[in-house]
């Protein structure tokens, strides 16, 4: 038997409008949207993040979400000015969930457009996060 490999390719989120999905998380993460397939342009798109071998890909599905328990699975972002990052995320179309203070951290759960769940929290790897960019102020 020969050995195999394997790796995390993708992080999906439903999403029930593909445009509008692309333009949210692109801005959301910097990411880059990659072309399309004829085949499958219709149900996914695919977004390159700056600093990351996993692409973000988008579902399409007109399925809501049907209840408010946690999600299961979620993105969470880092940032070295929580209040910034929140508000230039709520003028892409994200709204304010609920602001945890337990466990010694202090961060927002957001919701995007389609009610999915992710977190913007204080560094975590501010090695990681000294390589990015700075996001332009408004």
């Known amino acids: ?12 989120i439903d999403v029930d409008d593909l445009d509008q999905g692309v333009a949210f998380w692109s801005a959301a ?20 993040l700056p600093d990351s071998d996993i692409l ?6 007109p399925d809501a979400k049907v209840d408010e328990h946690k999600e299961r699975m979620h993105l969470d972002l880092e940032t070295d000015d929580v209040e910034a990052e929140v508000q230039r995320l ?3 179309g994200a709204t304010r969930w609920d602001h945890q203070q337990e466990r010694g951290f202090n961060f927002w759960v957001l919701r995007d457009p389609w009610g999915n769940e992710f977190c913007v ?13 700075p996001w332009a102020c408004a």
Request: glycine content about 6%; charged content about 20%.
């Open 29 to 48: 993460l910097d990411a880059e949207a990659l072309p399309g397939s004829h085949t499958s342009g219709h149900i996914y798109r695919r977004l390159r």
């Open 90 to 92: 709520e003028a892409l």
């Open 56 to 61: 973000v890909l988008l579902q399409a599905t």
């Open 1 to 12: 038997m020969t050995g195999h490999r394997s790796r995390l390719c993708y992080f999906t």
């Open 121 to 133: 929290l204080s560094p975590m790897l501010p090695d990681l996060l000294a390589r990015r960019q």
